[in-house]
């Protein structure tokens, strides 16, 4: 449950990032949003040998 928290969490961003901080542009906001999706991933890879396995 927390993963899709998360997960909503960066996608929303991408629509109240641009509002909240106008300097930075939208390539800007795609770009942190797939590092935090990759970085999830490893986390959650790294934490749960189960999820590597298929399981």
Known sequence: MLANL???AI???IFVGPRVLPQ???LTFSLARY???GVLSCHRAAAYPAF???R
């Open 24 to 26: 930075y542009d939208a």
């Open 52 to 54: 590597r396995q298929g």
């Open 35 to 37: 590092l935090c999706f």
């Open 11 to 13: 996608w929303s961003g």
């Open 6 to 8: 998360a997960a909503g």
